[in-house]
């Protein structure tokens, strides 16, 4: 008689122990397998992340830089709009005013007060600081007012800086009129010569 094969006995049959092997091959395969894509797509996450918090941080910044300049751009409009509040009453002394002149650097002139007596003033306005750099645009503008503009100014274009937020500021710096805002009118009629007469002198007719 054949002996049978005992089954259920670790090596007794080929084809079991096979079978027994496979199993485990099969749970080793897949974490291998999952252990390889994980890696570079954990690396990628990270990397991803970086990314994000150095352009969010990029964009906080350049946020702020926006809020400034507008805050500057806001308080630059209001000084603007003073100055141009102040030399309204001139043009019933018969000046001619102009705003925001286009000229051939870089920007605008503020504001140009041309007087009847033929002088002209290039104004330049700050809110309340100024350097080197704004009396020289200052004086670069009222060179190109005098070049290019002559019929406004047959006898000259001075410079002139405003500081808004200053009180009883009127001297010269740099060959610049720097003056504030309540002095502003005064210095130039002064400049131009047309200060008007003293009030006990108005009903007085001029002297020929």
Do not use: N
Request: charged fraction near 25%.
């Amino acid at each position: 008689m054949r002996a049978r094969p005992r089954l259920g006995m670790e090596g007794s049959d080929p084809g079991a122990a096979g079978v027994s092997e496979a199993p485990a091959s099969l749970c080793r395969c897949p974490r291998l397998a999952f252990r390889a894509v994980r890696g570079p797509g954990a690396c990628g996450a990270t990397a991803l992340a970086g990314l994000m918090a150095l352009v969010m941080a990029a964009l906080a910044l350049d946020a702020r830089r926006w809020v400034r300049l507008a805050a500057r751009s806001r308080v630059g409009a209001r000084s603007e709009d003073a100055v141009r509040r102040a030399l309204g009453g001139l043009e019933r002394e018969g000046w001619r005013l102009r705003h925001s002149l286009l000229w051939g650097g870089r920007g605008d002139i503020d504001s140009v007060a041309i007087a009847p007596t033929g002088v002209a003033f290039a104004i330049e306005t700050k809110a309340r600081m100024f350097d080197a750099r704004h009396l020289a645009h200052a004086r670069q503008t009222a060179a190109w007012l005098y070049e290019r503009r002559r019929r406004w100014c047959r006898r000259g274009a001075l410079p002139v800086l405003c500081v808004v937020g200053a009180r009883g500021l009127e001297g010269t710096e740099d060959g610049v009129l720097v003056v504030s805002l309540d002095r502003l009118v005064p210095a130039l009629r002064a400049g131009a010569g047309t200060s008007p007469r003293p009030g006990f002198l108005a009903s007085q007719p001029s002297p020929s």
